[in-house]
C-alpha cells in the first residue's frame, strides 16, 4: 500500500479557491483503479493550510493516475503555492487501532 500525505500552503484568502479548482482531481482519483482514498482539505486550524492524503493500493495504480490526464487538456488554474511537504510512504502492514 501506498500513501501520499503532507500539507500545502497558500495564502488564506485563496485557500477555498484552490481547493475548488482542484475538487475535479479528486473525482477522478476516488474512480481510478486502486485509489481507496484521496483528499484535499482545508485545515480547521491553520488558514493557509491545506492537508493532503492519498490511499493506494500500489504504485503502479498511482503512476497510472498520474498519467492518465489529457495531455492536452489546460492544468487547473490555482493559486499560487506558498510552500509544500508531502511524502510517498510505503505501508508494509495495516491493523486495527
Known sequence: MIIVAG??????????????AVADVARQARAAPGCLDFTQAADPLDAERI???????????????RGSGDPDAPPPEVPELLGAEVRKYRIASVEEP
Open 7 to 20: 500539507r500545502l500552503r497558500v495564502d488564506a484568502g485563496e485557500r477555498d479557491r484552490y481547493l475548488a
Open 51 to 65: 492537508n493532503v492524503y492519498e490511499r493506494w493500493e500500489s504504485d503502479e495504480d498511482l503512476l497510472r493516475f
